[in-house]
């Protein structure tokens, strides 16, 4: 979520809140920086939820909301929520593969933001340079740990 965009331009003052209140936001961009993220992630012992997943790309099934379902840690079903669309789940990331997509792209120079998700630390939006026809972002959210 763009907290800018839904609250306006922020005082100095109350920005923590805003970026707490939305998503843990950072600047940095090494890989080491998200790695200490992924540690947080994965001390958790979740490998069996779902979550809203949205990307920008020149294919199919960009830009709408997808709803993925995750057993150990491999993403078994994929919903388009606004037709209700089964979807071949082969290629969808898990929170591992986000992990993974943000690492190769901070270490390739091309990641351009990212932001973690202030509870669980999972990548809530990763945006990268722009390479034609290629991923230019991924957005996770609503996530909830399967029973």
């Known amino acids: ?66 709803r993925l379902a995750v057993r150990q840690d491999t993403v078994r079903s994929v919903v388009d929520l606004a037709t209700g669309d089964s979807i071949n789940p082969a290629g969808f990331p898990t929170i591992n593969g986000l992990f993974a997509y943000a690492i190769s792209a901070a270490q390739r120079g091309t990641l351009s933001h990212i932001e973690f998700d202030a509870v669980r630390g999972y990548p809530s939006l990763v945006t990268y340079a722009v390479v034609p026809d290629g991923l230019s972002s991924q957005q996770a959210s609503a996530l909830q740990p399967a029973p």
Not at 11 to 20: D, H, I, N, P, Q
Not at 32 to 44: C, E, F, R, T, V
Request: glycine share 6%; charged share 10%.
């Open 1 to 66: 979520m763009d907290c800018s965009r839904r609250y306006g331009r922020p005082a100095l003052s109350g920005l923590a809140v805003l970026v707490v209140a939305c998503s843990s936001t950072t600047g940095l961009r090494t890989s080491q920086d998200i790695l200490a993220h992924q540690a947080q992630w994965i001390n958790q012992g979740i490998t069996s939820y779902s979550y809203t997943y949205e990307f920008t790309a020149y294919i199919s099934y960009a830009y709408r909301p997808l």
